[in-house]
């Protein structure tokens, strides 16, 4: 019902910044049904972990790791959402997906975005 894919991954250097963004497709039901998105890293040889979300309603989470560098926000159809990404470390290296959650608990996830930070 919902299809999610990610862009603006890249390589970057220390201290630089991204903002990737993430649509979501698919029936007009399921879109319309989203509670929440999210944005999930996976570094290799690492559990994924939650980098930050937002609800319907436009509260927002962070990582402890990435408080006060990244910013989630969604657009007011709520099938669309971005993570700004400032003062990006090495550490910050790793996969970033996309995820949704709708009305009665269906989840989706994203296909994954390369995230690099290196000089």
């Known amino acids: 019902q919902v299809h999610l894919v990610e862009s603006g991954g890249g390589l970057v250097q220390p201290g630089g910044s991204l903002r990737l963004s993430c649509g979501a497709s698919?029936?007009?039901?399921?879109?319309?049904?989203?509670?929440?998105m999210a944005w999930y890293r996976q570094a290799p040889g690492k559990q994924r972990e939650l980098v930050a979300r937002?609800?319907?309603?436009?509260?927002?989470n962070y990582a402890d790791s990435v408080k006060g560098r990244c910013t989630i926000s969604r657009d007011n159809a709520k099938n669309t959402v971005w993570l700004q990404m400032d003062s990006l470390k090495p550490e910050d290296t790793a996969v970033y997906y996309c995820y949704a959650v709708t009305f009665g608990a269906r989840t989706y996830w994203g296909q994954g975005t390369q995230v690099t930070v290196s000089s």
């Open positions: 698919g029936s007009t039901s399921g879109i319309s049904t989203i509670t929440f």
């Open positions: 937002i609800t319907s309603g436009g509260t927002t």
